[in-house]
């Protein structure tokens, strides 16, 4: 665990330079800014990469204080944090990156349980991700089906926004068991540098959805002009307040959304993007109609995302004003692809201690 001590101090350092640098300024989490990478264009996902050979995690345990008493229920024991996940070839990298780092920042490690969403029924993801995880018992694997979304999916800006499995998370409620009443769905590009069980332990209130809130970002613009001048949608959000929040953190009430049958409500806008063309993004918007005004509002700390740039170029980014819990290359600009480029953001050198991949040092 050393290495978690000289990264933390190096994590330390480094963030207050960024704080106090007046250089280096905070953007709006909406806006993408001008690329400021000389090769932003080249880092695309790639196909086909062999991401089959991990190192194996750092050795995690509980502390005292975490061990529940009584006989042990499963993935229904009322103990656990629920984390949820998606596993993509594209982006197993980053995946294992962040579970990694939930394990090793967690007071309670082995009281988080892990449920990976795969749209493969190849058994070698799930060999992979036991052999990197020896000691993490806490997991299961659940299939979501393409095509049980596949026609509603529109084209997007960025050909990975259309993935069926970037849907995936508009489902958890209907993949995992009924007994699973909270969940924190977390993206792949992304490290907690926190203990995750804080996240956790958000109240929502009686929002069925908990996320950070951006209430300063331009909201129209995740909509087209024909969306704002149809009588028939202009009146979505009429006395809602609705503010951009990003969906790749999500603290989620899943008996709250089961009652009211949000999954339904979402794919409703799906169906209609396919006819009307209300917007541009992938799965983010349905969520915003959906949800945007009705969010219990989490704090910054838990989202400094838009590290991986913007939809197009993946230009380089500062962190945001403020502390500093999870770090989230949301974007086009994965850290793994700029690290092994030779040509890194400076801040995807804060990625790199929780990269398990055998290759990459």
């Known amino acids: 665990m050393h290495w978690i001590t000289r990264f ?3 994590f ?6 960024i704080l106090l640098s007046p250089s280096l300024q905070s953007f709006s989490p909406a806006a993408a800014i001008r690329s400021s990478h000389p090769y932003a264009d080249e880092f695309k996902p790639q196909q086909n990469s062999d991401y089959s050979s991990f190192r194996e995690s750092p050795m995690f ?9 009584g006989e042990d229920s499963g993935v229904c024991n009322p103990n656990l944090v629920h984390v949820a996940i998606t596993l993509d070839i594209d ?22 349980f892990f449920h990976f969403l795969v749209s493969s029924e190849s058994q070698n993801l799930e060999s992979l991700i036991r052999s990197t995880f020896p000691k993490l018992t806490n997991l299961k694997i659940y299939y979501f089906a393409p095509e049980t979304v596949q026609s509603l999916i529109s084209s997007s800006v960025r050909q990975a926004l259309e993935q069926p499995l970037n849907y995936a998370r508009n489902y958890l409620a209907d993949l995992l068991e009924p007994c699973v009443k909270r969940v924190i769905y977390l993206d792949s590009d992304l490290v907690v540098v926190d203990d995750i069980v804080k996240l956790w332990k958000t109240g929502l209130g009686q929002r069925t959805i908990g996320a950070p809130e951006y209430c300063h970002a331009n ?20 006395g ?31 169906e209609i993007q396919k006819i009307e063309r209300i917007y541009e993004l992938g799965s983010l918007p349905p ?14 700390r838990w989202n400094q995302h838009g590290l991986g740039g913007d ?18 290359w949301s974007g086009s600009g994965k850290p793994w692809l700029r690290l092994d480029s030779k040509l890194p953001c400076p801040l995807d050198t804060l990625w790199a201690p929780y990269d398990l991949y055998k290759h990459s040092h």
């Open 219 to 238: 909201f129209t613009k995740y909509f087209t002009g024909g969306f704002w001048s149809d009588k028939r949608f202009n009146g979505t959000f009429k």
């Open 12 to 17: 330390s350092a480094a963030l207050a330079m």
């Open 8 to 10: 933390s101090a190096f």
């Open 91 to 112: 982006y197993l990298r980053g995946s294992i990156a962040a579970v990694n780092s939930i394990l090793q920042h967690s007071m309670c490690p082995q009281s988080v």
């Open 61 to 69: 345990r509980n502390a005292e204080q975490c061990r529940s008493s």
């Open 240 to 270: 809602r307040n609705p503010c951009y929040f990003n969906t790749g953190v999500m603290v989620i009430d899943l008996k709250k959304w089961r009652q009211f049958r949000f999954t339904k409500r979402i794919e409703k806008w799906m």
């Open 287 to 300: 969520f915003l109609l959906v949800f945007a005004g009705h969010v219990a509002p989490i704090s910054h």
């Open 311 to 328: 939809n197009v170029r993946g230009s380089c980014r500062d962190l945001h004003s403020g502390p500093v819990s999870l770090l989230h």
